[in-house]
């Protein structure tokens, strides 16, 4: 019944994108239609949410599954919810309840409205049919869907030639991704057509085979993840979109991609073989590794967002490989750590950076700049905006008591249960990955101090940034929601653990120890002579010591005002070019890893004596994945394309031609196939 129920709701969204064009017909309908359409989708994705949570612990009962008569024929249109579908159901209708919420107030200030509203709830639709789809045609249709109305609200203002750009470069990749999840899917489904989920389950395939449908998976999911080096096109689609899109895209599309991962790797391919885990770790440690110093040279503060998100799909990744290493070799409890710690991190990565591309919109629409070095002193005009923000860095930060900290705290305990496998090469490979995850840590802390510090303190730098006003009550209102959920996550994560429970269950053969009966509300991953963690011990001792802090500050210290010139870095002048910038802040990391990653150099122009010209420090800065992987594929397209050009002007017989030799050769090949 509950996935007969989450149909329908699928089927009110649709909906919902024909009322969204009827009221663009009409200059009333047009200034309804935002409250109208958002309003709309916050309450159907309440109620997908919670019947998503319904599933989820109603382990007792079987999966719901619904057959439709639609897709191929002799198949129909599976649906199902079972354990792991619910979970991903409640990350993706919870990031879009709150995108709504804050869509609210956000949708007021868009530019062309008409152009986002008929694929927003449609969007949302599809998201949810890929995680329901129990059948391969089902979920690439919807995977598809997902893909190309995802692409509509990238180009959504598209006037402006870099979101065109995006927009292509996002609907090649994406179109890629979906060939090698239809390679995948048709390497499972065999010569007899098997494209039922539970036929392919039943079908046991060999190593070889299932070996190379995960790198096919790997490809097709990562893509559309945003795995190094297949996440080109994010920093790119994701800051074009409008920033409740944004925060959809980068807070649940990319966890519907893992989604599609786990689904296949973990479920439909049965026992995983040891070396998958190399592969998978591997990607997973340089993506982090990787995002988060993309991230760092970035002076758009959605750039910065979309790169991040790279860097977290990397700690999600990594905890997978983990829990591939374990499961391969037998051992269920710690594969359902590192399981645990990875879905646990989808979950908190859903929250933290849905809320700060919210921040991030209001920043934008506060000030009309994505460019930090054109920001500072918001946090005394925006100090509601300021404070939200702040909480959703210092959880991507990974700092207690927040829910970051808690996720990959669970991944680095999973590591240190390497010397378990038997495999010495798991031995080697599984410490460098911590290491990677460790500087990506480490990294992403300077990020986001980065990112704060000169987006909301400082001076203004601009007169923009001087006259911004604090945001709508509508989005404030998400994204405090959004910060509650953080917060609640990070110091009571036991009973978010317990939660995923079943969902680890099914995967992985076992499960973490109940968290719900441990004392103080601990968590404790194996046993309390290992390890534990309590995030609300943590956090009183925090409000108290601050408490105390304050107090002594502001009633036993002198009372007396004391006022001093702001300091400029040394310089006496105090005029606003002499405060810090993001890119100075940057420089050490760029010179210790930039002439490497990015093969980055600086060039100083100094002026002879006695010339009044300006001193310039220009900074060169290289993709060199683009440079040397894309650039040259792209080339060399276009230089096929441009010899095979002489085809389309063929006479008739020609064409006949290339057809019936087209066939002759289709047939030899099956007549030769074994």
Request: hydrophobic share 55%; charged share 10%; glycine share 8%.
């Amino acid at each position: 019944m509950t996935v007969a129920l989450a149909l329908y709701g699928v089927a009110a969204l649709v909906a919902l994108a024909a009322v969204a064009i009827a009221l663009g017909a009409t200059p009333r309908g047009k200034e309804l239609a935002t409250g109208v359409i958002y309003g709309a989708c916050l309450i159907v994705t309440l109620i997908l949410c919670s019947l998503a949570l319904r599933g989820l612990f109603a382990t007792s009962q079987p999966a719901s599954v619904v057959t439709l008569p639609l897709g191929l024929p002799w198949l129909g249109a599976h649906f199902r919810i079972d354990a792991l579908a619910a979970f991903f159901l409640v990350v993706i209708n919870l990031g879009g309840a709150a995108a709504s919420l804050y869509a609210l107030g956000y949708g007021r200030h868009e530019q062309s409205p008409q152009r986002v509203l008929p694929f927003y709830p449609v969007y949302l639709a599809a998201m949810n049919l890929v995680v329901m789809a129990n059948d391969t045609f089902s979920f690439l249709v919807s995977w598809e869907f997902m893909s190309l109305t995802s692409w509509a609200l990238v180009i959504a203002n598209h006037r402006i030639a870099e979101n065109l750009r995006a927009g292509y470069v996002y609907l090649l990749m994406a179109s890629f991704g979906t060939l090698a999840l239809l390679l995948a899917f048709g390497l499972l489904a065999g010569a007899d057509g098997n494209y039922a989920f539970d036929a392919i389950r039943a079908s046991h395939p060999s190593a070889g085979l299932a070996s190379l449908v995960l790198i096919l998976v790997l490809v097709g999911a990562g893509s559309k993840a945003g795995l190094v080096p297949l996440h080109v096109w994010l920093p790119l689609a994701h800051p074009a979109a409008p920033s409740h899109v944004s925060a959809l895209m980068s807070g649940v599309m990319t966890k519907v991609a893992v989604y599609g991962f786990l689904r296949i790797v973990f479920d439909l391919l049965g026992t995983p073989v040891w070396w998958w885990s190399i592969v998978v770790l591997a990607v997973g440690g340089i993506t982090a590794a990787m995002g988060v110093l993309y991230a760092l040279m970035q002076r758009d503060l959605k750039r910065v967002l979309a790169y991040s998100t790279i860097e977290n799909i990397g700690i999600i990744f990594a905890a997978l490989g983990l829990a591939l290493a374990f499961k391969a070799e037998g051992l269920a409890w710690a594969a359902a750590l590192a399981l645990t710690a990875g879905l646990f991190h989808v979950f908190n990565h859903s929250l933290f950076k849905s809320l700060l591309f919210f921040g991030a919109g209001s920043v934008v629409n506060a000030t009309g700049t994505r460019d930090m070095e054109q920001l500072g002193g918001l946090i005394h005009r925006m100090p509601q905006t300021a404070f939200v923000f702040l909480v959703g860095c210092v959880a991507i930060s990974a700092l207690p008591p927040l829910n970051g900290f808690v996720s990959e705290w669970l991944t680095f305990q999973a590591i240190l249960q390497s010397p378990q496998l038997p495999s010495w090469g798991m031995k080697l490979v599984v410490p460098a990955v911590g290491a990677l995850l460790a500087l990506s840590a480490a990294l992403a802390a300077a990020c986001f101090v980065r990112a704060f510090g000169f987006s909301f303190l400082g001076r203004p730098r601009t007169p923009a940034a001087s006259s911004a006003q604090e945001t709508d009550t509508y989005s404030l209102a998400a994204m405090y929601f959004l910060g509650a959920a953080c917060l609640m996550a990070g110091i009571l994560p036991g009973f978010f653990v317990d939660a995923l429970a079943p969902v680890v269950q099914s995967l992985a053969g076992g499960r973490m120890p109940l968290q719900a009966g441990v004392e103080w509300l601990s968590i404790v991953p194996i046993a309390e002579s290992r390890s534990s963690y309590n995030g609300l011990l943590l956090f009183v001792f925090m409000i108290a010591s601050g408490a105390i802090a304050a107090f002594a500050i502001h009633r036993l210290a002198s009372d007396k005002l004391r006022r001093g010139p702001a300091w400029g870095c040394g310089y006496p002048d105090a005029g606003l070019a002499t405060q810090y910038t993001a890119d100075s802040f940057a420089q050490p990391i760029r010179r210790v890893f930039g002439t490497i990653v990015f093969r980055a150099r600086e060039i100083g122009e100094m002026p002879p004596p006695g010339s009044t010209a300006p001193a310039r420090l220009t900074v060169e800065l290289h993709d060199l994945i683009w440079e040397r992987l894309y650039a040259p594929i792209g080339i060399g397209v276009a230089y096929a394309a441009e010899r095979l050009n002489y085809l389309q002007f063929l006479t008739i017989r020609s064409y006949l031609t290339l057809v019936f030799a087209a066939l002759v050769f289709l047939l030899l090949v099956l007549s030769i196939w074994p």
